[in-house]
């Protein structure tokens, strides 16, 4: 409700920007899957280190139409954070700067639906670079895949609380893990496994 309400005040805002036409209402036939890399898992203060967005169109991941950009390192990164989290030198070498990158990905995705794995959390984490640099955050529909497995799955088996990890949903549905902790890696998978639980694989399994 609170996303909703907000939506429609940046609307109203945003009617005769340059953004205006990202808040109509999509009537095509694309969902885009998207990932962020970032320094933490605290919304409030997570770093974006790399973002990625995958077109999926009918039952296939268009990876010929993908983005994946790097960003410039952020000025508080230090060597015990790249430790900490994983980072590898790749992810910090000829980054562009965060405001050219948003501009791209808004451009990338349009008003499409976003799919994501747990993606409240890259929205919270792109929001909040979004609104002081374009003042609005993100206004398009979403499918979070996690969700989705667990909506599934309640049908079948209501008793069970479910809290599926990404690796071992992608095993159970046959989906290959590609490029895990990269970007554009968990973007493609985190699609393969949309197209997977949107065709009834898992309910046809569980049958």
């Known amino acids: 409700m609170l996303r909703a309400l907000r939506r429609a005040a940046d609307r109203r805002r945003q009617a005769d920007g340059d953004y205006g036409w990202l808040f109509n209402p999509y009537t095509g036939d694309e969902l885009v899957s998207l990932d962020c890399e970032t320094t933490g898992l605290d919304t409030r203060t997570a770093e974006l280190v790399s973002i990625a967005a995958v077109r999926i169109r009918d039952d296939r991941v268009l990876t010929s139409e993908s983005l994946?950009?790097?960003?410039?390192?952020?000025?508080?990164?230090?060597?015990?954070?790249?430790?900490?989290?994983?980072?590898?030198?790749?992810?910090?070498?000829?980054?562009?700067?965060?405001?050219?990158?948003?501009?791209r990905l808004l451009d990338f995705i349009g008003n499409r639906p976003l799919v994501g794995?747990?993606?409240?959390?890259?929205?919270?984490?792109?929001?909040?670079?979004?609104?002081?640099?374009?003042?609005?955050?993100?206004?398009?529909?979403?499918?979070?895949?996690?969700?989705?497995?667990?909506?599934?799955?309640?049908?079948?088996?209501?008793?069970?609380e479910l809290q599926p990890?990404?690796?071992?949903?992608?095993?159970?549905l046959g989906v290959p893990v590609i490029g895990r902790h990269s970007a554009l890696?968990?973007?493609?998978?985190?699609?393969?496994?949309?197209?997977?639980?949107?065709?009834?694989?898992?309910?046809?399994?569980?049958?």
């Open 68 to 103: 994946d950009l790097r960003l410039a390192r952020p000025d508080s990164l230090s060597g015990d954070s790249i430790r900490i989290h994983g980072l590898r030198g790749v992810d910090l070498e000829d980054g562009i700067e965060v405001e050219q990158a948003l501009a």
């Open 165 to 172: 990890g990404f690796e071992t949903l992608a095993e159970r």
């Open 117 to 160: 794995w747990c993606i409240g959390f890259d929205l919270a984490v792109l929001d909040r670079y979004l609104k002081p640099q374009f003042g609005f955050a993100l206004p398009n529909a979403t499918i979070d895949v996690a969700q989705q497995y667990r909506r599934l799955m309640r049908r079948s088996h209501p008793e069970l």
């Open 185 to 207: 890696g968990d973007a493609v998978t985190t699609a393969l496994m949309h197209l997977r639980l949107a065709s009834g694989a898992l309910v046809a399994k569980n049958a």
